[in-house]
């Protein structure tokens, strides 16, 4: 699957299993997908190497939250209606709070 806004295209990487929760983007220090973490309500970015971008939705894929430019070692605390976070490189595509992602 993947994110499409303009003439941007993120692919999107499912973390379903228990290991692909745990290690989402820790120790890495580049890549070029966005992972998806559903159910999800709350994140760390302890072991991250870099920054990220994180958007917080519902289960109809509208923008709840925003977090821009992340750095390593931060919390973001549980928050309500949440249902997919998504995290991916800074600055790679501009979302709005009430967009709806486009995912296919």
Do not use: A, Q, W
């Not at 929760?21 to 190497?49: A, E, N, Q, V």
Request: charged residues 25%; hydrophobic residues 40%; aromatic residues 16%.
């Amino acid at each position: 699957m993947k994110i499409r806004k303009n003439n941007n295209i993120i692919e999107i990487k499912y973390c379903n299993n228990f290991s692909s929760r745990l290690f989402g983007l820790m120790f890495k220090k580049d890549f070029d997908y966005c992972l998806c973490f559903p159910k999800c309500k709350s994140i760390h970015t302890f072991f991250m190497k870099i920054k990220i971008d994180v958007i917080m939705t519902d289960k109809n894929y509208k923008i709840l939250y925003i977090f821009k430019s992340v750095k390593p070692n931060k919390i973001i605390l549980p928050k309500k209606n949440v249902y997919y976070t998504f995290e991916l490189k800074p600055n790679i595509i501009n979302f709005n709070i009430g967009e709806i992602l486009n995912i296919n």
